[in-house]
């Protein structure tokens, strides 16, 4: 009799704790650290330096959520996913957040019940071939062997591309961006294709850069962007704002060497109310006056971050293009704080 | 007349649950099944409500929706509009597909290597036992990593094919790159066509043709056995009646080989050769690296422990019967397979399901080369697109283990027969 009364009190007690869900940023502030998601290894997106420290655009984003919660940029767990990995490791708790050149798609947001707080990055599919191969346009790869990172949506712009175009191809699925690369390199496949910022950040590590083409077509809209789960709207605010204050800030002119400066307090209203030296934004997160000043200063604003990591004067050389500031003709855009 | 009593009977008290021997061994089994039971619903129970939690549910239909991908190498029809669950069955066929040219190649090397090692030679002798301590003592994933690096790493590239650079082999029809392997194809010119079994089910997940061409040259090549077995059993006759056992070596090969022949000379058989066109080779049977690395390295790691299991058996044979056999004149191949593997099958035959078994479940590692097998179609791709990881990990535990379950049961069903009846 008393086994099955204990038993039956276990069962009770266990189905309790199984349904109750805490706030994420109460879990992070009582850890005392952010997981946050990357890539496995992608060149100024999201890379371990000689040191091992996480450097990158991506990871900048991730640092930036770090100093607005935990008012510390390096307390964070870089947590490396692969295409098939991350959305498991993001739906079961493992990390916080995801920073890792995800596509916003209909069914990631709304099936697989991710929230995505905005676009850090306008990509589109291309595909990268050596220049010996003579190719000048994605129009000629009829029956070219391709190499793609499973588990992504490449894959299926991928098929559609070759379908709509009556053209057949041999896809070779790899795992991660390493094995691609060392496939691409050793000629088992004739092309490698993935979103072009990533082609650029590939052929930026390669010994000859120079030898590879990155073709002209784009077949795909990829608006790549840190995601969230679904259901704790606090934590996706936060995240979404954070980023958003990295934009406003390029925007409005605030950059990590003169935030200090401003931070005293100026004439323009909205950098005062970003800096928190104006009304209390902060508080209606459930965070103190002083979040976005240090998110901004953890790396920079929104320009810096891309100049840094993955702009024109780095190996990896990408033009804003898409990803400039509204006002000079890109679709980078912040709703206004207020 | 004597009276007999029953001894009084002691009521049952509850107590007696537990002290009577009789009833305690019953007790405990019920209390561990309830225990067993309330544990494995309370995991049914705890997966549902945190589904239910994150707003996900379980159910299958995804399964009938497009897949939206291509898969590389496939045994049958698929487009990137065919069903999830099709792109599923054309992973199982890749999976049975290697599974079985693995055990095949697994038993030949396994059993050879055996033998090998039992030999009086000493380097043979050496030789065998160093490959079978290398191979299975190192986990067959390296071994498979291992053999695609050096396939893509050091075959030749196919713009060498173009340079001319490298050739091909065997009179231009063998063409060995760091793609894969690309051999002649046969082909009909007055083929049969196909028949195309359970169209329309399941929105066309599961059809497939099966070709007219080889039922026909199966059929008369079956045939052809048929007689040759019967001409055996006639000069068997003969020979018990007369002694002298008259010559058909040549009449058995002919029924099975000439109609074979006028048969595929009747189709219209040739061989279609692969042919350097644009970016690839065209034409042909394409063997991928990832098949040829996944195939070879499963292949060689278990036949490593297949040949101990041959040795094993080999030299649970008494010695008496080799010299028994020794006696009677018998040469030493013959006494191997006249006397020794017959009766050693038999102790061979348990534990070479389970490396059967053990070579079809380590088929999943297929992933790590990009072959395309089902679990990277439907517990990869499929599960990804979808995201429906509860969905796909069951199905997928399903249909390894009915693979499984058929592989043990047939092979069970073999061991049945050959096993030695005891009186």
């Known amino acids: 009799?008393?086994?099955?009364?204990?038993?039956?009190?276990?069962?009770?007690?266990?189905?309790?704790?199984?349904?109750?869900?805490?706030?994420?940023?109460?879990?992070?502030?009582?850890?005392?650290?952010?997981?946050?998601?990357?890539?496995?290894?992608?060149?100024?997106?999201?890379?371990?330096?000689?040191?091992?420290?996480?450097?990158?655009?991506?990871?900048?984003?991730?640092?930036?959520?770090?100093?607005?919660?935990?008012?510390?940029?390096?307390?964070?767990?870089?947590?490396?996913?692969?295409?098939?990995?991350?959305?498991?490791?993001?739906?079961?708790?493992?990390?916080?957040?995801?920073?890792?050149?995800?596509?916003?798609?209909?069914?990631?947001?709304?099936?697989?019940?991710?929230?995505?707080?905005?676009?850090?990055?306008?990509?589109?599919?291309?595909?990268?071939?050596?220049?010996?191969?003579?190719?000048?346009?994605?129009?000629?790869?009829?029956?070219?062997?391709?190499?793609?990172?499973?588990?992504?949506?490449?894959?299926?712009?991928?098929?559609?591309?070759?379908?709509?175009?009556?053209?057949?191809?041999?896809?070779?699925?790899?795992?991660?961006?390493?094995?691609?690369?060392?496939?691409?390199?050793?000629?088992?496949?004739?092309?490698?294709?993935?979103?072009?910022?990533?082609?650029?950040?590939?052929?930026?590590?390669?010994?000859?850069?120079?030898?590879?083409?990155?073709?002209?077509?784009?077949?795909?809209?990829?608006?790549?962007?840190?995601?969230?789960?679904?259901?704790?709207?606090?934590?996706?605010?936060?995240?979404?704002?954070?980023?958003?204050?990295?934009?406003?800030?390029?925007?409005?002119?605030?950059?990590s060497a003169n935030i200090d400066e401003l931070a005293k307090g100026t004439n323009n209203p909205e950098i005062n109310r970003i800096l928190g030296t104006e009304g209390d934004l902060g508080a209606m997160l459930g965070l103190d006056k002083q979040w976005a000043y240090r998110a901004i200063k953890a790396g920079g604003n929104y320009g810096e971050l891309f100049e840094k990591n993955i702009g024109e004067n780095t190996p990896i050389g990408l033009a804003r293009g898409l990803n400039a500031q509204w006002k000079d003709g890109g679709l980078i855009y912040s709703p206004p704080f207020r | 007349m004597t009276t007999l009593t029953d001894p009084p009977k002691a009521s049952f008290r509850l107590s007696m649950l537990i002290y009577d021997s009789r009833y305690r061994s019953i007790t405990i089994q019920v209390v561990a099944l309830i225990g067993f039971l309330i544990g494995i619903a309370w995991l049914v129970n705890n997966t549902l409500q945190n589904l239910d939690a994150l707003g996900k549910t379980i159910e299958f239909g995804f399964l009938k929706d497009p897949s939206g991908y291509d898969i590389n190498q496939r045994l049958i029809e698929y487009t990137s509009r065919s069903t999830h669950a099709r792109a599923a069955f054309v992973g199982l066929l890749n999976t049975l597909l290697v599974a079985v040219m693995g055990c095949v190649l697994a038993t030949t090397i396994g059993v050879f290597v055996g033998v090998m090692r039992l030999s009086k030679n000493w380097l043979v002798a050496k030789v065998m036992t160093v490959y079978v301590e290398t191979l299975r003592n190192v986990p067959v994933l390296l071994w498979i990593v291992f053999l695609m690096a050096i396939l893509s790493e050091t075959m030749p590239k196919l713009k060498d094919y173009k340079t001319g650079a490298a050739n091909m082999l065997f009179g231009n029809s063998i063409a060995i790159t760091n793609r894969g392997v690309y051999v002649p194809e046969p082909l009909f010119s007055r083929s049969l066509g196909d028949v195309t079994v359970l169209k329309g089910i399941y929105n066309d997940s599961f059809y497939f043709g099966v070709s007219l061409d080889l039922i026909a040259i199966l059929a008369v090549f079956i045939g052809g056995l048929l007689i040759s077995k019967l001409i055996k059993r006639r000069a068997d006759v003969i020979q018990a009646a007369t002694g002298d056992r008259p010559a058909t070596w040549y009449l058995r090969l002919g029924v099975i080989v000439v109609p074979t022949l006028i048969v595929l000379i009747l189709l219209g058989f040739h061989l279609g050769f692969p042919e350097l066109k644009g970016f690839n080779f065209r034409g042909g049977i394409h063997m991928r690296n990832s098949l040829v690395a996944l195939w070879i390295a499963l292949s060689l790691y278990t036949a490593a422990f297949i040949a101990e299991i041959v040795r094993a058996g080999i030299m649970a044979i008494s010695k008496g019967q080799t010299e028994a056999a020794a006696a009677l004149g018998l040469r030493a191949n013959k006494i191997m397979s006249l006397v020794v593997l017959p009766q050693a099958l038999r102790i061979i035959f348990p534990p070479l399901i389970s490396q059967y078994l053990n070579l079809t479940k380590n088929t999943s590692l297929a992933i790590a080369v990009g072959y395309m097998d089902i679990t990277g179609t439907l517990g990869g791709i499929t599960m990804n697109q979808t995201g429906r990881e509860l969905e796909c990990v069951l199905l997928l535990m399903l249909i390894y283990l009915v693979i499984s379950l058929s592989i043990s049961s047939v092979m069970n069903w073999y061991n049945e027969r050959v096993k030695l009846t005891e009186r």
């Open chain 1, 1 to 255: 009799m008393k086994k099955s009364v204990f038993f039956g009190a276990l069962t009770v007690a266990s189905l309790a704790a199984g349904a109750v869900a805490a706030g994420t940023m109460d879990d992070v502030k009582a850890r005392g650290k952010l997981n946050c998601g990357v890539s496995t290894g992608l060149v100024g997106f999201a890379a371990p330096d000689a040191n091992g420290t996480w450097n990158g655009f991506d990871v900048g984003v991730c640092r930036a959520v770090a100093a607005a919660v935990l008012g510390d940029p390096t307390a964070i767990e870089f947590v490396p996913t692969t295409g098939k990995t991350r959305f498991t490791a993001l739906a079961s708790g493992e990390v916080d957040m995801l920073a890792r050149n995800t596509t916003w798609t209909f069914t990631r947001d709304v099936d697989l019940k991710f929230e995505f707080v905005g676009v850090n990055y306008y990509d589109g599919q291309g595909f990268m071939a050596p220049k010996s191969l003579g190719v000048t346009s994605a129009k000629d790869l009829d029956g070219a062997t391709v190499c793609i990172q499973t588990g992504t949506t490449t894959e299926l712009n991928l098929a559609d591309f070759f379908r709509s175009n009556n053209m057949s191809y041999e896809p070779v699925p790899i795992e991660t961006n390493a094995e691609a690369q060392q496939q691409y390199l050793s000629g088992a496949c004739d092309v490698l294709t993935t979103d072009a910022s990533g082609l650029a950040a590939t052929r930026a590590s390669f010994e000859n850069p120079k030898d590879h083409v990155i073709l002209p077509e784009i077949i795909s809209k990829e608006p790549l962007g840190p995601l969230v789960r679904h259901g704790d709207n606090q934590w996706g605010d936060l995240v979404r704002w954070t980023l958003n204050a990295l934009i406003s800030a390029e925007e409005l002119g605030i950059t």
